[in-house]
């Protein structure tokens, strides 16, 4: 795969995110499409939301490796690929890293994902999302 990763992984996060549903829609936020797309990030790769609902899953799969091709090489692990996916400031950063940006808090991130805030803490660590990760493995295979 020209991502270098193995395409196991990105179907993974694909039926994670969307359950493989090129129209999939989050209301919370507009997240749309394959790898739930957030509305600025669909607009930097030059498209939006709304048109990446209305592509084929074939279609939309350019605007998902136009995404993740910057990490290319950078994507050692199924976390690595989730977490460019997810949160890509976390990439690269060990296990107590938690989840958070000067314009969210942790606590915003934590109560918009609560199934990933595996302590409830209101907080979620990379580490955590890793462990969120193996449990929906467990259900995957």
Known sequence: MKLGI?????????????????AAYNPNGGAS????????????????????????????????????YPYRGRMDSIYDLYLVTFFPAALGKDDSYVLQTSKLSAKVIADANPGIDLDNNDQITVGEFKRWI????????
């Not at 499409?33 to 607009?43: H, R, S, Y």
């Open 6 to 22: 193995d395409p196991n992984w990105l179907m993974f996060v694909m039926n994670s995110e969307s359950g493989l549903n090129p």
């Open 33 to 68: 499409g394959l790898i739930q797309f957030m509305p600025d990030t669909a607009v930097g790769l030059g498209t939006t939301t709304a048109a990446l609902r209305q592509m084929s899953n074939v279609d939309q799969l350019d605007y998902v490796y136009k995404y993740f």
């Open 134 to 141: 193996d449990l929906k493995k467990k259900v995957w295979v």
